[in-house]
C-alpha cells in the first residue's frame, strides 16, 4: 500500500527561509531565490512568515539587479503587511534603479511616516527629493521653452534669425527626454506643420528634425504625426528639388516604421491603444508610400536614395520583408535598379539617379531576401520574371536593363544571382552584350559578369565561356569603365583558390601581374574615383595571393592610395579597403590543419590546401610592421565610422592582428585605434 505524500506545513516553510537566508549570506542568491521560492509554496498566502518570504526574495532580486521583480514581491509582501518598513524601502530601491522616482519618493515618505529615524531612508529620501525636484524644474522649464519657442515661431513680426533659432530650439527639445511628450500634448505637431513651408529648407530641416524625434519608439505619436502631414505632404517634402528635404522627410518615415514595429518601442497605455491602427498596417501604408515614390521620374537623386535606404533600415524589422514582397517592393526594386543604368541614348531611364544607388538596391534585395521566410521562393520567382525574359530580348536597352537588375541581384542575394546566371542563354546572352560595340552594353554586361565572377561555382562557366571575352575587352577596349569592370572579374576569377597554392585558377605569375594592372587604376590623379574604387575591389580578391600580398605592401604609393579611399563619403568602397586589409594581415579565418587528414588525402590523390610559403609568420609579422609604418591606424580609424556591421568587423580582425605585437600597442592607442573598437 503506497503512502500518501504529507502536505507542505509552516515547518517546511520555516525550514526553506532558513536556508535561503544562509545561501544569501554566502552571497549564492539564485540558490536562495529558490529556497524562498519553495517557502512560498508551504505556506498560506496571508500570513507573516509569506511576507517575509517575498521581501527576502525581493532582496534578491536587487542583489542580481532584477529590479522590476524586486519591485513585484515588495508589492506582494505589503498586501500582507502593509507599511512594513523592510518592503517599503525595498521597494522605493527598487523604483529608482527603474527611474520611477515619483513613486520611489511617495514609498520612502510613508516609510519615514511609519520610521522617523530609518538612517537609511532619511539618505534615499534626501536624494529622491533633489531627483523628483529637479525633474519637476526641467519639466516646467521645457514647457516654458516649448511655448517661447512656438509662440515667437507664429508671430508674423519675428526677424528671420529668431525664427531659425526657435526651430533649432524646438529640434533639440523634442530630443530630449520628456520634450518630444510636451511638444505633442501641447499640440506641437499641427503648429510645426502650419510654419513649416516647402521654399525654406533652412527653416524646414530642423523642424523636421523635431517630428522625427517627436516619432521616435511611441506607436501613438508616431501614427499622429504620419496622419497629420498625410501623403500628399509627404510627396512634396520628398519630390522637392531640394533633396536635404526628402532625406529628412525619409527619416520621419523611417522613425514612424521602427515605432510601428520596432522590438524598443514603447508600450502603449491608457486609451493610446484606442487611438492607433494595428502597427502593421500603420507599417504598410508608409512603406506603399515608399515605393510608389521611388519610381518617380521626378525625383531628385537624393530623394531616390532616401526611398531605397528606407527600404534598407527596415527590412530586418519583425515582419516587414513579407509586407514588402505583398507590396511588390522586390519588383520595384529590380525596377529602378533596371532604371538607373545608362543607356544607348547615354541617359538613364529614371532621370536623376546618385552613382551609389545600385549599390543601395543591392542591400536592400539582400535585406529582403534574408528577412522573407517562407516566401523566398516567391522572391526567387519575381526576380527570375523581371530580369530573364529582358536578357533574351533582342532590343538592346531592355537588355541593359535586365543587365543593371542582374547585377544589384548577384551583388545582393549572391546565389540567387547566380542560380539565374546558370540559366541557359543568360550567360551566353551576357557575354554577347559584353562584345557588342556599343558603350553602355559593353559596362552593363561586364559589370554582370564582375560581381558573379567572385562565386566559385560560378566561376567555372565563367573560365570555360567568358575568359576570353574579358581579356579581349580588359585589352582591346578604349574605354577605363569597360577595362576594369573586365579587370576585376578577371582579378576575381584568378582568387578562387583561396590562397590554396595547389588550386590555383590560373597560370603562377598571373595574380601579381593583374594587381599590377589594378594599381594602374589605383594611383594617379587623373584616375576617377570610380575606377579606383573597382581597383580596390580587385586587389581584394587578388591579396588571398601571398604573392600580391608581398608586392603591395612594399607599394607604400599603392597602400596610401587605398587608404586615401577610405576617406571618402561611398560607403560602397568600404568592402573592398577592409578586405584587403584583413588579407595583407592573414586576420581572416583558417581551417583547423588535421595531419593525419592531410596525410591521407595526399595518399589518396586528392588536393590538400597548402598555405604559400609568404604566409609564414614571419612574412605576416612585416606586413603587419610595414602597414603600421604607413599609416594604417588612422585609415581604420575612418573607415570606422562607416555602419556595416560586417566592415566593423573585419576592421577589429585587422586592428587585433596589429596588436598581436606588444610594440604596436601604444601606437594604436594613440592615433585612436582603442576608441574604434569600444563602440564596436
Given at each position: 500500500?503506497s503512502?500518501?505524500a504529507?502536505?507542505?506545513?509552516?515547518?517546511?516553510?520555516?525550514?526553506?527561509?532558513e536556508?535561503?537566508?544562509k545561501?544569501f549570506?554566502?552571497?549564492?542568491?539564485s540558490?536562495?531565490?529558490?529556497?524562498?521560492?519553495s517557502?512560498?509554496?508551504?505556506c498560506?498566502?496571508?500570513?507573516?512568515?509569506?511576507?517575509i518570504?517575498?521581501?527576502?526574495?525581493?532582496?534578491?532580486?536587487?542583489k542580481?539587479?532584477?529590479?522590476?521583480k524586486?519591485?513585484?514581491?515588495t508589492?506582494?509582501?505589503?498586501?500582507i503587511?502593509?507599511s512594513?518598513?523592510?518592503a517599503?524601502?525595498?521597494?522605493?530601491?527598487?523604483?529608482?534603479k527603474?527611474n520611477?522616482?515619483?513613486e520611489?519618493?511617495?514609498?520612502?515618505?510613508?516609510?519615514?511616516?511609519?520610521?522617523?529615524?530609518n538612517?537609511?531612508?532619511?539618505?534615499?529620501?534626501?536624494r529622491?527629493?533633489?531627483?523628483?525636484s529637479?525633474?519637476?524644474?526641467?519639466?516646467?522649464?521645457?514647457?516654458g521653452a516649448v511655448?517661447?519657442?512656438?509662440?515667437?515661431?507664429?508671430k508674423?513680426d519675428?526677424d528671420?534669425?529668431?525664427?531659425?533659432?526657435?526651430a533649432k530650439?524646438i529640434?533639440i527639445?523634442?530630443g530630449?527626454?520628456g520634450g518630444?511628450?510636451?511638444?505633442?500634448?501641447n499640440?506641437?505637431v499641427?503648429?510645426?506643420l502650419?510654419?513649416?513651408?516647402?521654399?525654406?529648407?533652412?527653416?524646414?530641416?530642423?523642424?523636421?528634425?523635431?517630428l522625427?524625434?517627436?516619432?521616435?519608439?511611441?506607436?501613438?505619436?508616431?501614427s499622429?504625426?504620419?496622419?497629420?502631414i498625410?501623403?500628399?505632404?509627404?510627396?512634396?517634402l520628398?519630390?522637392?528639388?531640394?533633396?536635404s528635404?526628402?532625406?529628412?522627410?525619409a527619416y520621419?518615415?523611417?522613425?514612424?516604421v521602427?515605432a510601428f514595429?520596432?522590438?524598443d518601442k514603447?508600450?502603449?497605455?491608457?486609451?493610446e491603444?484606442?487611438l492607433?491602427?494595428?502597427?502593421?498596417?500603420?507599417?504598410?501604408?508608409?512603406?506603399?508610400?515608399?515605393?510608389s515614390?521611388?519610381?518617380?521620374?521626378?525625383?531628385?537623386a537624393?530623394?531616390r536614395?532616401?526611398?531605397?535606404?528606407l527600404?534598407?533600415?527596415?527590412?530586418?524589422?519583425?515582419?516587414?520583408?513579407?509586407?514588402?514582397?505583398?507590396?511588390e517592393?522586390?519588383?520595384?526594386?529590380?525596377?529602378?535598379?533596371?532604371?538607373?543604368?545608362?543607356?544607348?541614348?547615354?541617359?538613364?531611364?529614371?532621370?536623376?539617379?546618385s552613382?551609389?544607388?545600385?549599390?543601395?538596391i543591392?542591400?536592400?534585395?539582400?535585406n529582403?531576401?534574408?528577412?522573407?521566410?517562407?516566401?523566398?521562393?516567391?522572391?526567387k520567382?519575381?526576380?527570375?520574371?523581371f530580369?530573364?525574359?529582358?536578357?533574351?530580348?533582342?532590343?538592346l536597352?531592355?537588355?541593359?536593363?535586365?543587365?543593371?537588375?542582374?547585377s544589384?541581384v548577384?551583388?545582393?542575394?549572391s546565389?540567387?544571382g547566380?542560380d539565374?546566371l546558370?540559366r541557359?542563354?543568360?550567360l551566353?546572352?551576357?557575354?554577347k552584350?559584353?562584345?557588342?560595340?556599343?558603350?553602355?552594353?559593353?559596362?552593363?554586361?561586364t559589370?554582370?559578369?564582375?560581381?558573379?565572377?567572385?562565386?566559385?561555382t560560378?566561376c567555372?562557366a565563367l573560365?570555360?565561356?567568358?575568359?576570353?571575352?574579358?581579356?579581349?575587352?580588359?585589352k582591346m577596349?578604349?574605354?577605363?569603365?569597360?577595362?576594369?569592370?573586365?579587370l576585376?572579374?578577371?582579378?576575381?576569377?584568378?582568387?578562387?583558390?583561396?590562397?590554396?597554392v595547389n588550386?590555383?585558377?590560373f597560370?603562377?605569375?598571373?595574380?601579381?601581374?593583374?594587381?599590377?594592372?589594378?594599381r594602374a587604376?589605383?594611383?594617379?590623379?587623373?584616375?576617377?574615383?570610380?575606377n579606383?574604387?573597382?581597383?580596390?575591389?580587385?586587389?581584394a580578391?587578388?591579396?588571398l595571393?601571398?604573392?600580391?600580398?608581398?608586392?603591395?605592401?612594399?607599394?607604400?604609393?599603392?597602400?596610401?592610395?587605398?587608404?586615401?579611399?577610405?576617406?571618402?563619403?561611398?560607403?560602397?568602397?568600404?568592402y573592398g579597403?577592409?578586405?584587403?586589409?584583413?588579407?595583407?594581415?592573414?586576420?581572416?579565418?583558417?581551417p583547423?590543419k588535421?595531419?593525419?587528414?592531410?596525410?591521407?588525402?595526399?595518399?589518396?590523390?586528392e588536393?590538400?590546401?597548402?598555405?604559400?610559403?609568404?604566409d609564414?609568420?614571419?612574412?605576416?609579422?612585416?606586413?603587419?610592421?610595414?602597414?603600421?609604418?604607413v599609416g594604417v591606424?588612422?585609415?581604420?580609424?575612418?573607415?570606422?565610422t562607416?555602419t556595416?556591421?560586417s566592415?566593423?568587423?573585419?576592421?577589429?580582425?585587422v586592428?587585433?592582428?596589429?596588436?598581436g605585437?606588444?610594440k604596436?600597442?601604444?601606437t594604436?592607442?594613440?592615433q585612436?585605434?582603442a576608441k574604434?573598437?569600444?563602440?564596436?
Amino acid at each position: 500500500m503506497s503512502k500518501v505524500a504529507a502536505e507542505p506545513s509552516m515547518d517546511d516553510a520555516l525550514r526553506h527561509k532558513e536556508e535561503g537566508n544562509k545561501f544569501f549570506s554566502d552571497g549564492k542568491y539564485s540558490e536562495a531565490i529558490a529556497c524562498y521560492s519553495s517557502g512560498l509554496k508551504c505556506c498560506p498566502p496571508d500570513v507573516d512568515l509569506c511576507a517575509i518570504l517575498y521581501r527576502n526574495r525581493a532582496q534578491c532580486y536587487l542583489k542580481k539587479e532584477q529590479w522590476q521583480k524586486a519591485v513585484n514581491d515588495t508589492s506582494l509582501a505589503l498586501v500582507i503587511t502593509p507599511s512594513e518598513s523592510k518592503a517599503l524601502f525595498r521597494r522605493a530601491q527598487a523604483y529608482e534603479k527603474l527611474n520611477k522616482d515619483g513613486e520611489a519618493f511617495r514609498d520612502v515618505k510613508l516609510l519615514l511616516h511609519v520610521d522617523p529615524k530609518n538612517k537609511a531612508g532619511l539618505e534615499l529620501a534626501s536624494r529622491l527629493r533633489n531627483k523628483v525636484s529637479a525633474k519637476q524644474q526641467t519639466r516646467e522649464s521645457t514647457e516654458g521653452a516649448v511655448a517661447e519657442s512656438f509662440l515667437e515661431l507664429s508671430k508674423p513680426d519675428t526677424d528671420r534669425s529668431t525664427k531659425l533659432q526657435m526651430a533649432k530650439n524646438i529640434a533639440i527639445l523634442a530630443g530630449q527626454e520628456g520634450g518630444a511628450a510636451k511638444i505633442f500634448q501641447n499640440g506641437g505637431v499641427p503648429r510645426i506643420l502650419s510654419v513649416l513651408t516647402e521654399d525654406d529648407s533652412e527653416l524646414a530641416q530642423p523642424l523636421l528634425r523635431a517630428l522625427a524625434s517627436i516619432c521616435e519608439k511611441h506607436q501613438a505619436r508616431a501614427s499622429a504625426v504620419v496622419r497629420e502631414i498625410g501623403v500628399e505632404r509627404f510627396r512634396k517634402l520628398i519630390m522637392n528639388p531640394n533633396g536635404s528635404l526628402a532625406i529628412s522627410a525619409a527619416y520621419i518615415l523611417h522613425q514612424a516604421v521602427e515605432a510601428f514595429i520596432g522590438t524598443d518601442k514603447k508600450e502603449l497605455k491608457g486609451t493610446e491603444s484606442a487611438l492607433v491602427a494595428p502597427p502593421m498596417a500603420e507599417a504598410r501604408a508608409v512603406l506603399k508610400m515608399v515605393f510608389s515614390l521611388m519610381k518617380e521620374q521626378e525625383l531628385t537623386a537624393e530623394g531616390r536614395d532616401a526611398m531605397v535606404d528606407l527600404a534598407v533600415q527596415v527590412a530586418g524589422l519583425p515582419g516587414i520583408a513579407p509586407e514588402i514582397m505583398k507590396l511588390e517592393g522586390v519588383t520595384c526594386l529590380l525596377e529602378v535598379s533596371a532604371g538607373c543604368v545608362e543607356l544607348t541614348s547615354g541617359k538613364t531611364g529614371l532621370g536623376s539617379v546618385s552613382p551609389v544607388l545600385r549599390m543601395h538596391i543591392a542591400v536592400a534585395l539582400g535585406n529582403v531576401y534574408d528577412n522573407v521566410g517562407k516566401d523566398k521562393t516567391q522572391f526567387k520567382k519575381e526576380c527570375a520574371i523581371f530580369i530573364c525574359p529582358k536578357l533574351v530580348v533582342s532590343d538592346l536597352d531592355t537588355k541593359i536593363q535586365g543587365a543593371a537588375a542582374l547585377s544589384a541581384v548577384v551583388q545582393g542575394c549572391s546565389d540567387l544571382g547566380n542560380d539565374m546566371l546558370a540559366r541557359e542563354s543568360i550567360l551566353p546572352n551576357l557575354l554577347k552584350m559584353a562584345q557588342s560595340d556599343i558603350l553602355a552594353s559593353q559596362l552593363a554586361a561586364t559589370e554582370s559578369l564582375a560581381h558573379a565572377a567572385g562565386d566559385k561555382t560560378r566561376c567555372t562557366a565563367l573560365l570555360g565561356e567568358g575568359l576570353e571575352a574579358l581579356k579581349t575587352l580588359f585589352k582591346m577596349s578604349t574605354h577605363d569603365k569597360v577595362r576594369i569592370r573586365a579587370l576585376v572579374a578577371l582579378c576575381k576569377m584568378a582568387s578562387t583558390h583561396g590562397g590554396d597554392v595547389n588550386a590555383r585558377t590560373f597560370v603562377e605569375g598571373a595574380g601579381r601581374r593583374l594587381g599590377k594592372q589594378c594599381r594602374a587604376f589605383l594611383i594617379g590623379d587623373d584616375q576617377v574615383f570610380e575606377n579606383r574604387k573597382w581597383a580596390a575591389e580587385g586587389m581584394a580578391f587578388l591579396t588571398l595571393d601571398a604573392e600580391v600580398k608581398e608586392d603591395l605592401v612594399k607599394d607604400k604609393e599603392a597602400l596610401q592610395a587605398l587608404f586615401e579611399l577610405a576617406k571618402h563619403e561611398d560607403k560602397s568602397l568600404l568592402y573592398g579597403v577592409s578586405t584587403a586589409l584583413v588579407n595583407l594581415t592573414n586576420s581572416y579565418d583558417k581551417p583547423n590543419k588535421n595531419e593525419e587528414l592531410e596525410k591521407l588525402g595526399k595518399f589518396a590523390g586528392e588536393n590538400v590546401p597548402q598555405e604559400h610559403v609568404l604566409d609564414d609568420e614571419d612574412f605576416v609579422s612585416g606586413r603587419v610592421d610595414t602597414l603600421m609604418e604607413v599609416g594604417v591606424v588612422p585609415a581604420i580609424v575612418q573607415l570606422s565610422t562607416q555602419t556595416s556591421h560586417s566592415s566593423r568587423e573585419q576592421l577589429s580582425r585587422v586592428l587585433l592582428a596589429l596588436a598581436g605585437d606588444q610594440k604596436h600597442r601604444g601606437t594604436i592607442v594613440q592615433q585612436g585605434g582603442a576608441k574604434v573598437l569600444i563602440p564596436m
